[in-house]
Structures are given as C-alpha cells and as structure tokens.
C-alpha cells in the first residue's frame, strides 16, 4: 500500500476523530518521565517522549486479570470472565516494543493459545512511531535487531518535522486511516526523500554496544553457564523483580484463587510474576530450584538471550534498556553480556 504524509495539524484531528471513537492509549508526560496511558485529550499526547517507564504490553497482557469467579455448594456455579470489547488503538509504539508485542504474540498464540491474549491483540490497532535519536544512554536495539522493526504495526509513523511520513502497513491500518482523516496525502518524491535523509541521520545517531554480533550470544551464554561471573554480579542483586516489571518481553505470571469472607464465593486472578523472586522456582514439598540470587539472574539472562529464541526464532530481549534503567543495583545487561564473552 502506498504511503502517505500527514501534516502535523491534520495528525491532531486524525487523534481526535480516533478519541472520539474508541478508547486509545499513547505516551503521556508524568512528572519528568513518559508512560503509556489513556488519551482523552490530544493535548496530553507526546510523541516526542523517548521511552516509556512500562511497556504498552499491559494493554494485552494486564498486571492483574480476573480470569473467573465461581461460587461453591452442591453444584459449582462458574462465571468465565471475559476481556472488554471495545477497540483499542495505541499510539505511538516505538520499535522495540513493536518487536516485543510481535514475540509476545509468537508466545501466547502457541497451543493452545490464550484466548483472554488474543481477544485483546485482536482488537487492538498498532500506530509505530519512529526512533530517530537514541532514548537514553542505556539502550542497544541495534544490537538486538529491534531498531527498525515495524512488526504488528498497521500504520508507522516517521516524523520529518512538521509532517509524518505514514506508512500503510495492514488494511485495518488503511481503513484506520482513511476513516479519522482525510487529509492523509500520498508521498511525492520529496516526501521520500526527506525520509531518507532521516534515516541516515538515524544511522549515524545509533551505535553498536556489544563487543560481538549478537548471533553468537547463545554460544556465548552456554560456554559462560558454570561461570563465576555469575556469582559477582548476583551479588549485587536485591531479587526486587524491577527488571521483570519493566521489561517488555516477560510474560511470566501466577493464577491464584482466593476464597472471599462468605466461603462461598472464589476469585481466579492472574498476575505478573517474576523469575528473580526468591519463591518462583519454590515447588511443592519446599525443594527450590533456583534459591540462589545468582542462579536466578543467570537464567534471566538465559532467558532473553538463548532460551527465547530458540523457542520462537527471535531474541528475548529487545534492547530498550528498560531493565538497566530501573536496577537499583546498576547492573548493566550490555555490561554483563560483555564481560562473560570477554571471559570465553
């Protein structure tokens, strides 16, 4: 589908016209930093932010889920609750987290697939906006293959400074488009070439972190298992579980019932766990698996960059450095990734 250029002002009626019918969701300031959040005024909308504290995932995947009630007595009485209905359209996905909505979906749809996921992803329309800078010290997309991807998206946006270059991904993204404006235009030849000079400004503006190609982590990490490495930087490790919460690719979560004041009345919710929690590889009868911090940030690590992609032909980690960002311990996973492949 061809592309096309929407001027600035005409981008805030496009915003408007979407506000207007569907709920949608975009990045918003919040004291000096930027989340995703409900748009109910094109005011509040900031496509200029770097990075988001959380990744939009909570919009398909919750924090917390009820996934049914149930009453107890001679015959259960079970009530499924289902996602809502209504579409949703968010705004303003950089590419990184493009790239960790495209593996979330490879995770969720596998068999037998989960339903509450899909019904969410599959009312939901992506609109990717471009990174022509780097966020911040601590990313390395470049490094992980996300910088420019444009996976799920069903329109992408580049900005060229007083228009978007818009380009036209999927058919929903066509129609998406063609129902809020009419002021989309198709791209002439200096629509094209303005974007070009973009991105070769965004070529230079992005810098490879890692000592090696990441082609060659999973050799990396299977040579580095029995590491002492690993040990040292466990130790520096609190197990707070903040890497986890940020990070756009984990999927990990607990169900659990809880049974209300009445005795009769039982909640089944889902929630977000976290592998560097000293409980989460606890089983029953006690034994732990995993009791020792360094052995839970070794599998992390494991996680994103061996484990992951041989399950879904895709690294696990997609640079945005949002898991850097948070530590309290300022572990660095670039840092990490270069040291235990300087060790080889």
Known sequence: ??????????????????????????????????????????????????????????????????LLRY??????????LAPPAKRRIILGMHPCD???????????????GDPNYLVRRDRALIVGLDCNRPCDEYQFCLDMGSLSRRDGADLF?????????????????????DSATKAAVPAGAADFTARQEVEDQKAKAFRHKLPFDVKYLPEILDESYD???????????????????????????????????DLATVTRERRWDSCQLVDFAEVAGGENFRHRRSDRLRHRFFRKGKYILEDHGRMGCVGCGRCDRTCVAKISSVETYTQIAGSR
């Open 227 to 261: 590491s002492l490495i690993w040990e040292a930087i466990g130790r520096r490790c609190f197990s707070c579980g903040s890497c986890n919460t940020t990070c756009p690719t984990c999927y990990c979560f607990d169900v659990q019932d809880t049974l209300a004041l």
């Open 71 to 80: 009453k107890l007595g001679d015959a259960v009485q079970l009530e499924p």
């Open 157 to 177: 946006l580049t900005d060229l400074g007083d228009r978007y270059f818009v380009e036209v991904l999927t058919l929903s993204g066509k129609d998406l488009l």
């Open 98 to 112: 493009l790239a960790a909505t495209w593996l979330l979906d490879a995770v969720f749809e596998a068999k037998p």
């Open 1 to 66: 589908m061809l592309p096309r250029v929407l001027n600035k002002r005409d981008f805030k009626g496009f915003v408007e016209a979407l506000v207007h019918g569907s709920a949608v969701a975009g990045p918003v300031a919040k004291e000096n930093k930027f989340v995703f959040d409900e748009i109910e005024r094109v005011e509040d909308l900031r496509m200029d932010y770097p990075i988001t504290l959380l990744s939009p995932k909570k919009y398909f995947f919750p924090q917390y889920e009820t």
